[in-house]
């Protein structure tokens, strides 16, 4: 099975859909050449205070740059992007909500071996979820070209539906090969490492990944962006960021407070919290269980726990 790479005109539910089936896609060139060049401008100086890393896994040849969100004035627009929103909003969409999970520039550097081959998911305590529940949806967008030589991400498409913990060498998966300015998304259960680098330049890529809002977030958004710009931040981003109530009441403050009017209390009556839609989204997700039992000819629970009779095929 090859990569899919998707025009840059794609909808965020074709890309939910190559992901369900495939566990990675790349869409070619949806950043020009000018947007990355801004981009790494603006990171640059914070990539070079940035040391390498202390253990071979993330690469002692590797630097991981994060706090993009305080920052980069940019990457808070390019976390926002819409395709990127849209592919999250339905890649995710079994649960209530989802949040960012971390910002980093990663630059692996000449010489670097590859990376052992894992699920981002595993950050989880290696928690085994159930095949076919999603808990991420990630996103590299390549600031420089990604090679066979430069250490391009290698995949292997379609293990998104394997089992868990499973053992894999470089010769199992294939180069995310793409163009300076395109984006490898993946999910959290496809099996993956960074290639090794055997060119004389960095291979650098800016991660986003999004995952459901029950979950705890790798990067702690809420002391790796300072509350004063944090206040400056636009409503939806603060949202993302996990200024809002996960699921049904996770992460409220003191008396059942939105997060949001400790952040932004000038506008916390124009933001409707998410309790409000709380009934509607839980029979929501109750009717597409019943729908998803029928068709797998199950029984499903309805509200009150009783048993429904699916269709016996």
């Not at 566990?23 to 981009?39: K, R, Y």
């Not at 420089?144 to 995949?155: H, I, L, P, W």
């Not at 993946?186 to 991660?207: C, D, E, F, M, W």
Request: glycine share 8%.
């Amino acid at each position: 099975m090859e990569i899919c790479h998707l025009p840059n005109t794609i909808t965020g539910q074709q890309v939910a859909d190559t992901l369900n089936r495939d566990g990675v896609a790349i869409v070619d060139d949806l950043l020009s050449v000018v947007q990355v060049d801004e981009l790494m401008a603006e990171l640059r100086p914070w990539m070079e205070k940035t040391k390498p890393c202390a253990d071979s896994f993330n690469g002692l040849n590797t630097r991981r740059t994060g706090a993009l969100i305080a920052r980069s004035p940019l990457c808070r627009k390019l976390v926002m992007h819409p395709l990127a929103i849209d592919t999250a909003c339905r890649f995710l969409a079994h649960a209530t909500s989802y949040q960012l999970h971390l910002t980093q520039v990663i630059s692996v550097g000449p010489g670097e071996p590859s990376q052992p081959i894992h699920r981002d998911q595993w950050a989880f305590d290696l928690f085994s979820f159930p095949k076919g529940y999603e808990v991420q949806f990630n996103t590299i967008w390549a600031m420089t070209d990604f090679t066979d030589e430069n250490g391009a991400t290698r995949v292997i498409p379609g293990s998104n539906r394997f089992d868990d913990r499973l053992q894999f060498t470089q010769s199992d998966t294939l180069p995310a090969e793409m163009s300076k300015g395109s984006v490898l998304c993946y999910t959290g259960s496809v099996y993956h490492g960074a290639g090794a680098n055997r060119s004389t330049k960095p291979r650098i890529g800016l991660q986003f990944i999004y995952n459901l809002s029950w979950l705890r977030q790798e990067e702690n958004q809420y002391l790796a962006c300072p509350l004063d710009i944090a206040r400056t931040l636009p409503v939806e981003l603060l949202r993302l960021m996990g200024y809002a109530r996960g699921a049904f009441s996770l992460g409220y403050v003191g008396d059942l407070t939105d997060p949001l009017e400790i952040v932004r209390p000038e506008i916390a009556n124009e933001a409707p919290g998410e309790l409000e839609n709380t009934t509607e989204l839980l029979k929501t997700r109750v009717d597409r269980e019943r729908e998803n039992a029928r068709q797998k000819g199950l029984q499903a629970v309805d509200l009150e726990g009783a048993q429904v009779q699916g269709d016996k095929r």
